[in-house]
């Protein structure tokens, strides 16, 4: 709130406004309790909306297999997750969006990917930020360890796995993290694959790793 994302009202920011946050966003005051977690530190709130769509989509993938259906593609808000074989009778070919492309335009697919049973989850800063008092544009990703928006050059991430809460997860700490932190724990994960497109000076780069396996189209 205190960035104007999901207010309307945003507050005025200093570096000391700021600071004063940090406090609440250490995972120390986080508590596991068997099935549930709690906080031990007033002020400290848990919001998991960022991985409602993965789990949504895992969901929904649990009850079409327990109603005997194998083939199927479940999308929620670019998340998404792909069992079996497509009407093609091939893997699912999905596509990543082009970070600098408009929505529609003949450019609009960075890559394309095949899937069968994966899941993707893509997390980026470029459809959604503000620009503040300076004109400077700040993406809606925060870094906890700063306060502040992320301050690099990875523009999207997009996360293959096995189920699409840790893919929805991992996209979005790749994109928190950048492409260096981001890259050593893609490769310290079994079951893990990424792609991450890079945007300097409008122009894009990409790095994916071993089994990502993407046809990239405008690289």
Same mark, same amino acid.
């Given at each position: 709130?205190?960035?104007?994302?999901?207010?309307?009202?945003?507050?005025?920011?200093?570096?000391?406004?700021?600071?004063?946050?940090?406090?609440?966003?250490?995972?120390?005051?986080?508590?596991?309790?068997?099935?549930?977690?709690?906080?031990?530190?007033?002020?400290?709130?848990? *919001?998991?909306?960022?991985?409602?769509? !993965?789990?949504?989509?895992?969901? $929904?993938? =649990?009850? @079409?297999?327990?109603?005997?259906?194998?083939?199927?593609?479940?999308?929620?808000?670019?998340?998404?997750?792909?069992?079996?074989?497509?009407?093609?009778?091939?893997?699912?070919?999905?596509?990543?969006?082009?970070?600098?492309?408009?929505?529609?335009?003949?450019?609009?697919?960075?890559?394309?990917?095949?899937?069968? *049973?994966?899941?993707?989850?893509?997390? !980026?800063?470029?459809?959604?930020? $503000?620009? =503040?008092? @300076?004109?400077?544009?700040?993406?809606?990703?925060?870094?906890?360890?700063?306060?502040?928006?992320?301050?690099?050059?990875?523009?999207?991430?997009?996360?293959?796995?096995?189920?699409?809460?840790?893919?929805?997860?991992?996209?979005?700490?790749?994109?928190?993290?950048?492409?260096?932190?981001?890259?050593?724990?893609?490769?310290?994960?079994?079951?893990?694959?990424?792609?991450?497109?890079?945007?300097?000076?409008?122009?894009?780069?990409?790095?994916?790793?071993?089994?990502?396996?993407?046809?990239?189209?405008?690289?």
């Amino acid at each position: 709130m205190l960035w104007g994302f999901g207010s309307s009202d945003p507050q005025k920011l200093d570096s000391a406004s700021v600071d004063s946050l940090l406090k609440f966003t250490d995972f120390s005051a986080i508590i596991d309790n068997d099935s549930m977690l709690t906080t031990s530190k007033d002020g400290v709130t848990l *919001d998991l909306n960022f991985l409602g769509e !993965g789990y949504g989509i895992d969901m $929904i993938g =649990d009850f @079409l297999e327990n109603e005997g259906i194998y083939d199927f593609k479940v999308e929620i808000g670019g998340e998404v997750l792909c069992k079996g074989l497509s009407p093609r009778g091939s893997s699912w070919r999905i596509g990543i969006e082009n970070p600098i492309s408009e929505k529609g335009a003949d450019d609009h697919l960075y890559a394309i990917i095949s899937l069968e *049973d994966e899941a993707l989850g893509s997390s !980026g800063s470029y459809r959604h930020f $503000i620009v =503040d008092s @300076l004109g400077r544009r700040q993406s809606h990703l925060l870094d906890p360890r700063t306060g502040y928006p992320i301050q690099h050059h990875l523009t999207s991430a997009t996360v293959k796995a096995q189920d699409c809460i840790t893919a929805d997860a991992l996209a979005t700490a790749c994109m928190i993290m950048g492409e260096k932190e981001g890259k050593r724990m893609v490769e310290s994960l079994e079951g893990v694959e990424a792609l991450f497109v890079y945007l300097d000076d409008g122009v894009t780069s990409y790095w994916q790793s071993r089994g990502f396996n993407a046809e990239v189209l405008n690289p």
